[in-house]
């Protein structure tokens, strides 16, 4: 009935997160960061010293630090320690007692523990939505995107993911800065996220957002939102340095990449992106207008 030893497994790295079937940008000003339940109660039943929890830990801590850098709101949600029966209700036929029978493992862990400047949800289920504020927190900061991190990935984060896309709330999951019962179960909570209720994005795509006003595009990025467009067939003969027309992209699609690009502060042009031709020339075009941004 309670939380199983969790063996440790590699964090997914994003050439490996699945292909988002949106083209959402992630905005700073737009954004507010859950650390979803990172108790030590929950990330007991990991080996605390294996990579995996250790690139959790850095990354979380390097998003957290970004994010009080570029005054986006950082929430947290906890159980508590003191459940009463009716309060938890089914969760004890799922799960046991939970956090009650370890009052001392209801913080925080140490590396993340909440400042003054943070918000702490009390977490009643999966989704941190229920029965707390946080809709009504990111309405008065003017806020409609939700950064995701934390454990575990295919239970409460996902939930709490979809959740936020039924209120109309963008939510993006930071592939590599969960952690969930096994790799398969990870992979599982990205693919349902990228697939049906948010975006999947990497720790550094978020600590590369703000630079100088410009939202970064990286090569992963570029290959992820161009094989979103593309048939099954298609993307599986796929070649980055073959004329993209081959594989079935059109004008509309080019013209609707150009918006959305020049929404994150990239200028490029349809007249551009047609004579460039190649995924590889469409980088090597984004990559040096990225940087010209970057330097004025």
């Keep these: 009935m309670s939380i199983p030893r969790i063996a440790s497994y590699p964090m997914p790295s994003p050439e490996q997160f699945p292909k988002n079937k949106v ?6 000003d737009r954004a ?48 508590p320690n003191d459940q009463a029966p ?17 009052p001392e493992l209801q913080p925080v862990i140490p590396e993340l523990a909440p400042t003054e400047a943070d918000t702490v ?7 941190a939505f229920h029965r707390s504020n946080l809709q009504e927190l990111m309405q008065s900061w003017g ?36 952690a969930d019962f096994s790799e398969a179960e990870h992979i599982q909570a990205l693919v349902y996220t ?13 600590l590369n957002s703000a630079q100088g006003g410009v939202q970064k595009i990286t090569y992963a990025d570029l290959k992820a939102q161009v094989l979103a467009q593309l048939d099954e067939e298609d993307a599986a003969e796929f070649a980055p340095d073959e004329a993209l027309l081959n594989f079935g992209l059109d004008s509309i699609q080019i013209m609707n990449f150009v918006s959305h690009w020049r929404e994150q502060g990239i200028e490029v042009s349809f007249a551009e992106l ?23």
Aim: net charge negative; aromatic share 12%.
């Design 32 to 79: 507010v960061f859950l650390i979803h339940d990172m108790q030590a109660y929950f990330l007991r039943y990991y080996d605390q010293e294996s990579e995996l929890i250790q690139t959790l830990k850095r990354n979380l801590v390097a998003i957290k630090a970004f994010c009080q850098a570029h005054n986006i709101p950082v929430i947290y949600t906890a159980q």
């Design 23 to 28: 083209n959402w940008a992630f905005q700073p």
């Design 274 to 296: 047609a004579q460039a031709e190649t995924l590889n020339d469409w980088w090597a075009l984004i990559e040096a207008r990225q940087s010209m941004e970057l330097a004025s």
């Design 121 to 127: 949800l009390v977490k009643w289920r999966y989704s």
């Design 86 to 102: 009716e309060d938890r209700a089914l969760l004890n036929d799922m799960w046991g007692n939970g956090v009650n029978d370890f």
């Design 194 to 206: 990228a697939g049906r209720s948010g975006s999947v994005i990497a720790t550094q795509d978020v």
């Design 143 to 178: 806020r409609d995107q939700l950064l995701i991190g934390g454990v575990y990935a295919h239970i409460g984060c996902m939930v709490t993911a979809t959740d936020a896309f039924m209120r109309d709330i963008q939510a993006f999951m930071v592939g590599d800065a969960l």
